[in-house]
């Protein structure tokens, strides 16, 4: 029993006034058929219900439930949509976006693509293989209808492609690209080729892979160091933290990754995620920076160095100087907690910086001034948050980024996806020293619980709908985000090193994921019943 308060929703005034007072209230008398809320709720359309226990005169359960829901939410079947997330997984989604489970129970997937037949195919990284799934869709709930292995175990690990026509698949293990002939309505695969090959290092060993629009048959793929501090990667030779770009129309044989291609940046350490902005045609990446530095005798590495979206010009003949440039590692990192950077008189959020020689450096190092002269990043992240995919939408207005997950810090930070907001120019609308470029659209309510139980995202992939799929390889899940027709992006995310929500979640967004399927509409009501008895 509470003391509770009426308010009658007046739709023409869009708020809520008080009618009258109730010394005790119970479920089941007094006031019969209206819903009951405790606590202060930010509703997706920004509307703010009292902080005392709220009654809504003249509404029942549902009709209340879809005047506070996400309309994106309710557009799902009452029926259980999807399975609900594994293990302690509980996403939060920013207001006026939806999120289901729509696959369960694959090995580490990572990279996705849509074939010509809506087919989703999935480079599942604990078998080595590319799976194809059949999805069905029923009044908005996506659902996995039938699954076969399309390619033999080849240790594939990340990246995929598929040609404009559908015909040919790509994909990447850590020591070559292959290729095959697609057939689309029997998912199956044949004429297996090397493309390009001399891939092989430790540590890093994702490629990927991305076919370009706008200079159609090049192919850029990414390639990594082989250590936390790979002093190789400091010569061109090696290969090492180099993004490259090989064209497959007059393929003679298979390219060696260390001396041919198109070079489009070296000094990379780790850039995982690549695409092609849809209007400008230039191509950005998103780099893992390195862990456990040190700066002046003074460890750093709680907060720097900063992780990266790098800029590295264009494939469809637009002339960028600085393409095929030096980025500056293994010698040089990008701030982010500027305070925490000895001697940092001179530098902001961004700033290209040198850290300590080590026996990782040979026990070498450059300063300040040398760095200030490599190509900077255009945005920068939160430290260790990784990075690993970036998808533009069809206007490329907007990037969203996948932040695997930190490991290298007290507090964890990133397990999560983000959207960037990019201009008409095909330019980030922030600029590099800012810190709030990331807007948070789903995370986890507990990032106490990573790496080990919480969702972790890999890549992602657009359907023809314009819907996100995003795969979790720690929990072997395929997650659908979906928007509210007319949804913003979230406002700035102020980082911090707090466990719990991201602050561009709310309780509504909550509510909004728990709606999308049965077993959350068993549990949102059970929350409600607690609360009133």
């Known amino acids: 029993m509470k003391p509770c308060r009426e308010y009658k929703y007046d739709a023409v005034a869009s708020r809520f006034s008080h009618v009258q007072s109730y010394p005790l209230c119970l479920l089941s008398q007094e006031i019969p058929q209206r819903l009951y809320l405790v606590a202060s709720l930010n509703l997706p359309d920004n509307r703010t219900l009292p902080a005392d226990l709220i009654m809504t005169r003249g509404f029942n359960f549902l009709t209340a439930l879809i005047a506070f829901l996400p309309l994106s939410s309710l557009a799902q079947s009452s029926s259980s949509c999807g399975p609900v997330p594994s293990g302690a997984i509980k996403p939060s989604v920013a207001s006026g976006f939806a999120v289901q489970v729509v696959a369960t129970g694959l090995s580490k997937p990572r990279g996705l693509h849509f074939d010509n037949a809506g087919n989703l195919l999935v480079v599942e990284q604990g078998r080595g293989v590319v799976s194809a799934h059949t999805l069905n869709e029923n009044e908005g709930c996506i659902s996995v209808e039938s699954s076969v292995d399309v ?31 697609y057939d689309e309505s029997a998912r199956t695969v044949s004429n297996q080729a090397r493309i390009v090959a ?37 010569s061109l030779a090696s290969g090492h933290s180099q993004v490259k770009a090989f064209n497959l129309t007059n ?8 001396i041919d291609g198109l070079r489009l940046g070296w000094g990379l350490r780790n850039d995982v995620g690549a695409a092609e902005h849809p209007a400008s045609g230039g191509i950005y990446t998103v780099e893992n920076s390195a862990d456990q530095l040190t700066r002046m005798g003074v460890d750093i590495h709680e907060d720097n160095p900063a992780e990266e979206l790098n800029f590295l010009g264009y494939l ?50 450059k300063t300040d001034a040398y760095c200030a002269q490599q190509e900077p990043a255009r945005l920068v992240f ?3 948050m990784a990075p690993l995919d970036i998808k533009f939408n069809n ?61 972790r ?28 027709s007319g949804t913003k992006l979230p406002g ?24 999308s399927s049965g077993a959350g509409q068993l549990s949102f009501i059970s929350m409600l019943l607690a609360l009133l008895l």
């Open 151 to 181: 390619t033999s175990r080849l240790n594939l690990n990340h990246g995929i492609e598929m040609s404009n026509d559908g015909k040919t698949l790509y994909a990447s293990s850590a020591e070559a690209v292959y290729s095959w002939s």
């Open 457 to 484: 995202p890999a890549a992602m992939a657009l359907d023809l709908h314009g819907r996100l799929y995003v795969s979790s390889d720690a929990s072997g899940e395929i997650y659908l985000i979906t928007r509210a």
């Open 198 to 234: 001399n891939m092989t290092t430790n540590d890093h060993t994702t490629r990927t892979l991305l076919l370009s629009q706008k200079a159609p048959g090049l192919l850029v793929v990414t390639r990594g160091s082989t250590s936390n501090i790979d002093i190789d990667a400091a």
């Open 316 to 365: 469809n003949g637009r002339e960028y100087a600085a393409q095929g440039g030096n980025f500056g590692y293994p010698w040089c990192f990008s701030a982010w907690g500027v305070g925490d950077l000895p001697d940092n008189g001179n530098l902001t959020v961004g700033s290209q910086y040198a850290v300590d020689a080590s026996p990782d450096s040979n026990n070498q190092n």
């Open 251 to 258: 393929r003679t044989g298979v390219y060696d990754f260390d």
């Open 382 to 384: 939160q430290a260790h």
């Open 395 to 455: 206007s490329g207005s907007e990037a969203w980024v996948t932040f695997h997950g930190s490991w290298d810090r007290t507090q964890p930070v990133g397990y999560k996806v983000s959207v960037v907001a990019f201009d008409k120019d095909g330019e980030p609308v922030d600029s590099l020293d800012s810190k709030d470029a990331a807007r948070d659209v789903l995370t986890n309510q507990d990032n106490s619980k990573c790496p080990d139980d919480c969702f």
């Open 492 to 515: 700035p995310t102020p980082t911090s090193s707090s466990t719990s929500t991201s602050t561009a979640t709310n309780i509504a967004g909550s509510i909004g994921y728990a709606w």
